[in-house]
């Protein structure tokens, strides 16, 4: 069965380090997003994106954050200068439809949890 | 505020017993309402979904929730617990944009 895939599942990194978390969408989706829940938190959504753009963000994804789909099958968040609050588990999820008016399924990888010391 | 509010952090119950997961939401706009079920060390699984056809949903493993207008209620069911109920559910929402909202989550146990 065609699943997203996510790495590193664990990252340990020192405050002020750069992170690139990967995601592999399943291959016909369309729109691909990325979640992230601080432990004992809600998820929370992060970024939306189709048709190579950024479609919506939150108010969490700041200039710190970035996306990217550099080559058609991966997906990309990266952190540019971490934080300690930007410690928690990193989810992407993708979708054939979107959600919202196309209310598309959501396929989620396992995340991938970061640590920031 | 457009919001989603799961009572419960915890429910437990025993094998054999019904499931009442609790949902309700905000909004001034007809809303999507998903539930997400997550099991140790996975992603999030879609359960099942309301779009606005009929408002009894049923969906995987024998789970259905119903969509009540009046009481701005999405609350999930099952008649019989099984010791592989046992995960996290989370209820979600949007509103025609691209952004799901999710709940706090509630944690089922199921004893034997």
């Known amino acids: 069965e065609p699943e997203v895939t996510q790495t590193p599942s664990h990252q340990v990194t020192q405050m002020g380090q750069e992170v690139i978390l990967r995601c592999v969408p399943i291959?016909?989706?369309?729109?691909f997003y990325w979640y992230r829940q601080i432990l004992g938190q809600k998820v929370e959504f992060l970024v939306s994106?189709?048709?190579?753009?950024?479609?919506?963000k939150s108010e969490i994804f700041d200039d710190q954050f970035s996306v990217e789909r550099p080559d058609g099958s991966n997906f990309t968040l990266k952190i540019r200068s971490t934080k300690l609050e930007d410690s928690a588990m990193y989810f992407c999820?993708?979708?054939?439809?979107?959600?919202?008016?196309?209310?598309?399924?959501?396929?989620f990888g396992e995340g991938s949890r970061l640590t920031v010391l | 505020a457009q919001s989603v509010t799961q009572l419960g952090s915890h429910v437990s119950v025993s094998e054999g017993a019904l499931v009442l997961l609790r949902c309700n939401y905000s909004?001034?706009?007809?809303?999507?309402l998903f539930w997400y079920v997550q099991y140790p060390n996975q992603g999030l699984q879609l359960l099942l979904k309301?779009?606005?056809?009929?408002?009894l949903v049923k969906g995987i493993n024998g789970f259905e929730a119903e969509f009540k207008k009046s009481e701005t209620s999405f609350h999930l069911t099952k008649p019989s617990a099984h010791m592989s109920d046992a995960a996290e559910y989370f209820c979600?929402?949007?509103?025609?944009?691209?952004?799901?909202?999710f709940g706090t989550g509630t944690r089922l146990q199921v004893f034997p």
């Open positions: 999820a993708s979708s054939e439809l979107g959600t919202g008016f196309n209310t598309g399924e959501l396929f």
């Open positions: 291959s016909n989706h369309l729109y």
């Open positions: 994106f189709y048709n190579n753009e950024i479609s919506e």
């Open positions: 909004s001034s706009v007809p809303p999507y």
């Open positions: 309301y779009t606005s056809a009929a408002t």
């Open positions: 979600a929402v949007t509103f025609n944009t691209d952004k799901l909202i």
